[in-house]
């Protein structure tokens, strides 16, 4: 990578510092931080999933799934457990191919590209696994500079201001020399999230964010989540089945069951108009649509047969 | 009726399955080996975890083994009075046999299964996925250090083991049951032929060291991500490469001994 | 672990390994030979040469002078041709130096041993020794013993 685009990239880093009352102005202006790689007219869709089918073992997991991101908002993405939300984003990011249908991100289809673009195009990409994925024989440090080193040469000097300034942006500046095995499960995701955002992506797909954390250290990535994707301009996706965390902070909800989007509309619109299967969904009814028993035959015959 | 057979075809199709996968991705190592050029450090710092904290068992090994060699030989060969021969016994043992053998038999114990655990725990902890998503490829960050390291480490080691082994049949030989210290040098030098049998035993132990590399980072790799297919994987490294390296030394001794 | 540190371990690791392999070659084995090459070549024809190999020892009073450097059949001379190469300090053998094949102990293995003779020319590249004596091979012996024996 050139040197210049490490000062841009700088430049990027002054802009979210900004007090909070110019930030507000600054996101809603279209950040433009690379060069585009297409010379598409930039709509605001940033991703659109086309008929999706994919299975895995035979056993199908989207069955012509479509949906559309609107660029620089938070999308959450909701279904059950095993509805292959995970799957979603490794589609997403290239890592596993569809049977059927497109994925384009940034105009760009992901599943025709040689290694080289679609490495180009992860770049501009952040995920947020659930584990955090930190490297474990990385200090925290370390792990943030993991990208910045192996993309660009950087001056060892900018380099560190530039790591501690991702780690101050998500509070821990202070644990810069902790190895990821000292870090509590919310620490090592926010040092995620700042390596995620290292390489200033356009957008960053979280995975099941709000998962196994503490009430404190849930609201922190929740606001997190929030305040990057409003100072940073980003594109967030958010794959959950945490309803009430995710409805709190997305401005677009899509729910996912069966293979196929279910329902889909601003959170206030679900309230409303959503189907009695996402009225079960997003209130956690136990019974509903999605019957509390797995298919049996009849309890009293089958209490009966056994004597 | 059909049900063994069913089974005997689904697992020699799984096995070619592997065997398929493996190659492919002994492809792509090879085809990213240029990283191990431009990246040097990556693979010294490889070379420390996998030839470095091998020293230790492969010295203390090799010492040992050159000592039973000695005594055993020794016994052997004053029954012939040709105790001055153990010098040649020892040093061609070692330098055609089981310096390459043992010394992979032990690294595939030591570093192999300590690579494949550890790969196949960045796997796990979706370290290597990671990675793919900030546009680093994990086969040249991860496994062609590796793979080199192991494939670079194998031949050293061996060398050193043989060099101690033959130190230690010297100490109970010349040092304790009284072998002249001449005749054990002058016969070892007789004997032993440079070409036919140094190299061949460095040419051995880079066979050995690149497919034990090999199976280690594969099965790392190729681990299914749960505790359990690690210690599985990392069961199979050992296993795997202790019979494919006692199969290829009987083909490597075939071809390179055969013509006497 | 500083990367410094790393560094300077697995520089003596490969060194070890290194003046292994140098050990391997220089004590252990017979590289030594391969390189002093200096010498002078002569050859000889023997009826039969027994199990004598290629780089056998050629010794003078059982000293070791040179080593066998070729064997091949002679088809003219229905001889064994053995070419042997003496270092080039041992430039003092007479020229009617006698090559006789022995064997090292009851089992062991064979070699060349050179008795000089009296004259005052002496071998040097490319002479041939005249005087030699084959290798003694046990069957031979005992048939000769045998048919000795019945004579008598």
Redesign the interface.
């Given at each position: 990578m050139t040197p210049h685009r490490g000062r841009l990239r700088l430049a990027g880093f002054v802009r979210r510092e900004t007090p909070p009352s110019a930030r507000a102005g600054i996101a809603h202006r279209p950040v433009q931080r690379f060069p585009p790689i297409d010379t598409q007219p930039h709509n605001d869709t940033l991703v659109e999933i086309r008929d999706l089918h994919f299975s895995r073992g035979g056993r199908p997991i989207f069955k012509g799934l479509s949906l559309k991101i609107p660029r620089g908002s938070i999308t959450a993405i909701m279904g059950p457990s095993g509805t292959g939300k995970t799957t979603l984003l490794?589609l997403i990011?290239g890592?596993l191919k569809p049977e059927r249908g497109q994925i384009l991100v940034d105009g760009v289809d992901v599943h025709r590209q040689g290694l080289a673009d679609l490495?180009?195009l992860?770049?501009r990409?952040?995920?947020l696994?659930?584990?955090g994925?930190?490297?474990?024989d990385l200090s925290v440090f370390e792990n943030v500079a993991?990208?910045l080193r192996?993309?660009c040469k950087l001056p060892e000097r900018l380099l560190r201001t530039l790591v501690l300034m991702k780690l101050e942006s998500v509070g821990l500046r202070g644990a810069r020399d902790l190895m990821p095995s000292e870090l509590s499960g919310g620490m090592a995701r926010r040092v995620?999230l700042a390596?995620a955002i290292a390489?200033d992506p356009m957008m960053i797909m979280y995975d099941e964010p709000f998962t196994g954390l503490d009430p404190i250290t849930m609201g922190v990535i929740v606001s997190l989540i929030k305040r990057l994707n409003d100072a940073l301009g980003l594109t967030s996706i958010l794959v959950s089945h945490d309803v009430q965390e995710a409805s709190s902070i997305a401005d677009y909800l899509y729910l996912i069951s069966d293979g196929q989007v279910v329902d889909a509309g601003t959170p206030d619109e679900l309230e409303t108009i959503a189907s009695e299967w996402s009225h079960q969904f997003l209130k956690g009814l136990p019974d509903g649509p999605v019957p509390f028993h797995y298919p049996a035959p009849d309890y009293l015959t089958d209490l009966t047969e056994g004597r | 009726m059909l049900g063994p057979l069913q089974r005997l075809g689904r697992w020699g199709l799984g096995v070619f399955e592997r065997l398929g996968r493996g190659h492919l991705f002994l492809l792509r190592i090879l085809l990213s080996l240029g990283v191990a050029v431009t990246r040097p450090r990556l693979v010294i710092k490889e070379l420390y975890s996998v030839g470095v904290l091998s020293l230790l068992i492969i010295a203390v090994s090799g010492l040992f083994v050159g000592m039973v060699l000695g005594y055993q030989g020794y016994i052997t060969l004053v029954k012939f009075g040709a105790e001055e021969a153990l010098g040649s016994v020892v040093a061609l043992s070692l330098v055609r046999e089981l310096g390459p053998v043992v010394t992979a038999l032990l690294f595939a114990g030591r570093a192999g299964s300590a690579l494949t655990a550890e790969i196949g725990l960045m796997k796990t902890t979706e370290q290597l996925s990671g990675m793919e998503m900030m546009a680093v490829d994990p086969v040249k960050r991860v496994i062609v250090p590796r793979f080199v390291a192991a494939f670079i480490s194998l031949p050293l080691l061996a060398a050193i083991f043989s060099a101690v082994a033959v130190m230690g049949g010297y100490f109970i030989g010349v040092g304790l049951l009284g072998v002249d210290a001449g005749s054990y040098w002058s016969q070892m030098q007789a004997n032993v032929d440079f070409y036919k049998d140094v190299m061949n035993g460095i040419i051995k132990s880079l066979v050995f060291g690149f497919v034990v590399a090999w199976i280690a980072v594969f099965e790392g790799h190729d681990t299914v991500p749960t505790s359990e297919g690690m210690s599985r994987s990392t069961t199979r490294t050992v296993v795997h490469s202790a019979l494919a390296v006692l199969a290829l030394d009987f083909i490597l001794t075939g071809l390179m001994f055969g013509d006497i | 672990m500083t990367t410094r540190t790393i560094e300077i371990a697995v520089g003596i690791f490969v060194a070890l390994g290194l003046a292994g392999l140098f050990m391997l070659a220089m004590q252990v084995s017979n590289i030594s030979e391969y390189r002093n090459t200096d010498g002078y070549t002569v050859h000889a024809y023997f009826n039969n040469i027994g199990g004598l190999k290629v780089r056998a020892p050629v010794t003078v009073s059982g000293v070791r002078v040179g080593r066998v450097t070729a064997i091949r059949y002679d088809p003219e001379r229905y001889q064994a041709r053995v070419e042997m190469t003496i270092s080039a300090n041992h430039d003092y053998l007479p020229a009617d130096t006698q090559a006789s094949i022995y064997t090292a102990g009851l089992l062991g293995e064979q070699y060349i041993a050179l008795e000089p003779g009296g004259e005052d020319d002496v071998l040097v590249h490319g002479s041939e020794i005249y005087y030699t004596q084959s290798a003694f091979v046990l069957e031979e012996i005992i048939g000769r013993i045998m048919v000795n024996m019945t004579t008598h």
């Open positions: 490794k990011g890592q490495y180009r992860r770049r990409m952040g995920m696994f659930q584990s994925a930190l490297l474990t993991f990208p192996e993309h995620a390596r390489l | - | -």
